[in-house]
């Protein structure tokens, strides 16, 4: 078999001028799939059919509609023609010229309430229908339809309205009001007045009251001066533990599984983020298509709060396919099949298998394989721990070396918190590899360690907050009788500027040693460090960076640090721009010593998804090998990091 090892100094064939471009998709069948399946979507933009059948309009009115707002400015406009209903959906026909009466008397309550968001509490909405105020129109009206029937609507926004005199009353009496935004001269928008109330029950709760409430929201409008005199009161209730929990909506997971690893239990002090954190942790199993957690609206005889954890079961068996392309890869295919609740308890099967270099190896041998079984089962001994077993097999051909594996893996996760946790376990590789120090077989017994704090605020779009994680890697080589071991750590932070986080700062920092090595032909190829790549330094090519031999061969390092600093601009909603500088080194010894750092630098675009920004960097090395990479494309998923 001809190997692929990296020569930067006489093969450019092996980098192509450096580019990747991957587009991947990825498809959950069930039974009914083709029944059902009249509408395409790709990251929410319709490729063909509609989202719903079309629904027949008896007695169609068609309708043309002239939305007036001559003092709003740019922002205002924009949020009343969203509220607009005949606005936004002016092909939409009503159904008959009593239909088209009520959409517009339900239009102006809409523009009203749009008017209050804003703080406009002076404004006034008027709409005509067919030359006629709606307020005069009769019950029963009948409108000339030998054309479309003409609506419109002039808003006159008035001033903007400030808080005037704030009073809070009842149990939330002689609070701060700078805590809620409720100061004298500040903002007095519909929106921001509810979210103050929501808070302040939200703050009796957390002193551990189930029953707390707001008993009035009373807001007077004072068009003399422009201001809003707001009175809030509200109760408490008595302080209460946690209740009996009960269980509803569930069909083949088991009902006191649910209920232990939520970790609700009674007697324990009750809060609003408790409850939360018991539905994200019950999300997670991924085997609820909802979950709500309900509180009794009075107390039990012993005081407690009763609680219900209403959910719904979503598919458990799921299957699934991907493809991707890249220049230098060639073409991959990817398939998994899957069991979300084995055996009543959210126990998780998952099998797949890959095939990749389809169109670019020159035969079948050349081509990259993998094939491997995952068993999770969560909440093995205590709802805190989680047990993985894993099989893979798998063959590989970047252009640092060939390598044939076989993985086995046994461990378990705890979490100590909700940001803290830990792993340990068992893992058994047989390796077989061709590289710069020919062709050798490896036998490795490790113990993976790892220990993870996660305080991100969002795991794929985070903007606050940091990760940290360390592990260790402690590891016996049978064939050679090698004791050796990894360490790694990495740290990345997030801060976000603006008032709604218009740029978020973003940088990374990683590195690792080998430490019991006399020679890295000791240990498998897989288990040398390299870097360069969409997930490290980009611009170069996957694992361009690192130690070469005297005939120009990768070889692997016993260190490297790699760090990367982005900042992500948010151009629109869903549109951002990031621009980004990496660096890294590999090295031989087991401290690099920085001689050869290798530095990209380039720029990204973003487009934001309900399961995270779509992701497209283009990158040039500021320090190429000669005959390597001159520019590098990737796509992704997610943020770089």
């Not at 209460?240 to 209920?259: C, H, M, S, Y």
């Amino acid at each position: 078999m001809p190997k692929r090892r990296t020569d930067p100094k006489k093969s450019t064939a092996f980098w192509k001028a450096g580019t990747a471009m991957a587009v991947a998709a990825s498809v959950a069948l069930y039974p009914g799939f083709a029944r059902n399946a009249y509408a395409f979507k790709l990251f929410g933009i319709n490729i063909f059919g509609s989202d719903d059948e079309e629904q027949q309009v008896l007695d169609p009115v068609k309708f043309t509609v002239t939305l007036n707002t001559p003092d709003a400015d740019t922002k205002l406009q924009e949020s009343l023609t969203n509220s607009s209903l005949l606005a936004s959906e002016p092909d939409k026909p009503a159904s008959g010229d009593l239909g088209l009466l009520i959409r517009a008397r339900d239009d102006r309550e809409r523009l009203i309430a749009a008017l209050y968001e804003n703080a406009r509490y002076g404004g006034t909405v008027k709409v005509t229908v067919a030359g006629q105020d709606i307020d005069s129109i009769p019950p029963n009206p009948s409108f000339n339809r030998s054309g479309p029937v003409p609506v419109v609507i002039d808003v006159s926004p008035g001033p903007v309205f400030k808080l005037g005199n704030v009073r809070l009353e009842g149990d939330v009496a002689g609070r701060d009001l700078d805590q809620y935004g409720l100061v004298t001269g500040g903002d007095a928008r519909s929106l921001a007045i509810i979210k103050a109330g929501n808070k302040l029950v939200d703050d009796l709760k957390a002193e551990g009251r189930p029953l707390a409430k707001l008993t009035k929201r009373e807001a007077v409008a004072n068009h003399a001066n422009d201001t809003v005199d707001l009175t809030m009161s509200a109760v408490g209730g008595p302080v209460a533990p946690l209740g009996e929990v009960a269980v509803k909506g569930q069909r083949t997971v088991d009902q006191d599984f649910i209920r232990r690893y939520s970790r609700l239990n009674g007697g324990e002090p009750y809060s609003p983020e408790k409850l939360r954190k018991a539905s994200d942790r019950l999300r997670k199993l991924g085997v609820f298509s909802s979950i709500t957690i309900k509180e009794a609206t009075v107390l039990a005889p012993n005081g407690t709060i009763p609680l219900t954890i209403e959910v719904s079961e979503g598919k458990h068996r799921y299957l699934g396919v991907g493809a991707q392309y890249s220049t230098t890869e060639g073409i991959g295919l990817q398939g998994y099949w899957g069991h979300r609740n084995l055996f009543g308890k959210a126990e998780s099967l998952r099998i797949e298998g890959a095939v990749s270099r389809l169109g670019e190896a020159s035969n079948v041998q050349d081509m990259d394989y993998s094939a491997g079984i995952i068993f999770t089962k969560p909440g093995v001994f205590n709802p805190a721990t989680t047990f993985t077993a894993s099989l893979k097999a798998k063959t590989e051909h970047p252009d640092t070396y060939d390598a044939r594996s076989v993985t086995g893996y046994g461990g378990f996760s705890y979490e100590f918190n909700d940001y803290d946790t830990a792993s340990a376990g068992f893992e058994v590789e047989w390796t077989d590899t061709d590289d710069a120090f020919g062709n050798n077989q490896y036998l490795t017994t490790s113990i993976p360690l790892e220990f993870v704090r996660d305080m991100r605020d969002d795991k794929l779009n985070p903007t606050e907050g940091f990760r940290a994680s360390i592990s260790a890697k402690p590891s016996y080589e049978a064939l050679n009788g090698t004791f050796f071991s990894s360490f790694e750590g990495s740290t990345t932070g997030y801060k976000g500027l603006g008032s709604d986080d218009q740029v978020v700062l973003a940088g990374k920092i990683a590195g690792g040693v080998l430490i019991g090595v006399s020679s890295l032909e000791d240990v498998p190829a897989t288990r040398r460090f390299y870097a360069g790549g969409g997930g490290s330094v980009r611009g170069y090519s996957y694992q361009e960076i690192s130690p070469y031999n005297d005939e120009g061969e990768a070889t692997g390092g016993r260190s490297y640090v790699v760090s990367s600093l982005e900042a992500r601009f948010k151009v629109t909603d869903t549109i951002g721009l990031v621009p980004f500088v990496d660096a890294g080194v590999v090295s031989s010894d087991l401290a690099p010593d920085f001689s050869d750092i290798r530095a990209g630098a380039g720029i990204g675009l973003r487009y934001a998804t309900p399961f995270g920004p779509l992701r497209l960097d283009v990158a040039m090395p500021l320090k190429k090998y000669e005959g390597g990479s001159s520019f590098g494309i990737y796509a992704g998923i997610g943020q770089s990091f």
